[in-house]
C-alpha cells in the first residue's frame, strides 16, 4: 500500500532530550515536508526536501533539523526540545515537480513536559 | 509576506445545502498553486482539490468546486449537496514556487464545518 509512515505517533518527553520523529514513503516521491500544527494556526512548514541531500527552510525551522540521506526517508530531529514545540507533526510527499498533490503521514501527537 | 487567510473560524451548514468556505490569498509569486485540505476529526489531511494559478477553468472534483478569483486574490470552496460526513476542518493553502528552486507552502487557519441534519 502507497503510504507515509511516521514514528512515534505519540510521544511524551522532557524538556532537553533529544529525540528523533521518523518519516519514510514508499511512493519513490522527490518532495518531503514537515509542518507542525497548532490550534488556530492551520499547519506551518518547517522544513522541505526537494531531493536526497536537498534541504531548506519553511516558515518555523527554529529549533529542528532535517536530513535527507535516503530518497524514502526524512527524519525531523529535536535536538534539545522546549515546551513551545508540543505540537502535532505532519510529514508528507509528492512525486516532484509538477505534481501537486501532496500525501500525507498519519501525524505524530509530541508533548514536551 | 505570503499569507493564507480564512476568516470563517467556523459554520454551520443544513445537510444538502450548498456551503462556501472563504480563501483569501496574498503573493507576490506570479506561479502559485492553490489548495484545499479536508481534516476529519480522526486528524488525517485528505486532499480536495487544486487550482494552479495560469489554470483558467476553475477547478472542480465530483461535489467541490473552487471559485478562483485572480483579481481578488481568493479561491472559495464551494461544497454541493452537504452531506454529515463533510464535518471536518478545512485548510486553504498555498503553494509557491513550485515550478522553481524553492517549494514553499502557506496553510490558513482553516475553517471548521459542521453539517446539519
Known amino acids: 500500500e502507497a503510504q507515509v509512515t511516521q514514528n512515534p505517533r505519540y510521544l511524551i518527553t522532557v524538556t532537553g532530550k533529544k529525540l528523533t520523529v521518523t518519516c519514510s514513503q514508499n511512493m519513490n516521491h522527490e518532495y518531503m515536508s514537515w509542518y507542525r500544527q497548532d490550534p488556530g494556526l492551520g499547519l506551518r512548514q518547517i522544513y522541505y526536501?526537494?531531493?536526497?541531500?536537498?534541504?531548506d527552510k519553511g516558515d518555523v525551522p527554529e529549533g529542528y533539523k532535517v536530513s535527507r540521506k535516503e530518497k524514502r526517508n526524512f527524519p525531523l530531529i529535536l535536538e534539545s526540545p522546549s515546551p513551545n514545540q508540543t505540537s502535532l507533526y505532519f510529514c508528507a510527499s509528492r512525486p516532484g515537480r509538477g505534481y501537486n498533490e501532496q500525501f500525507f503521514g498519519p501525524g505524530t501527537r509530541l508533548t514536551v513536559l | 509576506a505570503q499569507k493564507i487567510t480564512q476568516t470563517q473560524p467556523g459554520m454551520f451548514v443544513q445537510e444538502k445545502e450548498a456551503v462556501t468556505l472563504d480563501c483569501t490569498y496574498d503573493?507576490?509569486?506570479?506561479?502559485?498553486?492553490l489548495f484545499w485540505y479536508k481534516q476529519p476529526s480522526s486528524g488525517e489531511m485528505i486532499f480536495l482539490i487544486y487550482?494552479?494559478?495560469?489554470?483558467?477553468q476553475n477547478a472542480t472534483e465530483g461535489r467541490y468546486s473552487l471559485n478562483f478569483q485572480k483579481a481578488r486574490k481568493s479561491a472559495n470552496l464551494v461544497i454541493s449537496a452537504s452531506q454529515l460526513g463533510d464535518s471536518a476542518m478545512y485548510f486553504c493553502?498555498?503553494?509557491?514556487?513550485?515550478?522553481?528552486?524553492?517549494?514553499?507552502?502557506?496553510f490558513g487557519p482553516g475553517t471548521s464545518l459542521s453539517v446539519i441534519p
Open positions: 493553502a498555498m503553494r509557491v514556487g513550485h515550478l522553481t528552486s524553492y517549494d514553499k507552502v502557506i
Open positions: 503573493t507576490s509569486d506570479q506561479s502559485y498553486g
Open positions: 487550482q494552479g494559478s495560469y489554470d483558467e
Open positions: 526536501s526537494m531531493n536526497v541531500e536537498v534541504t
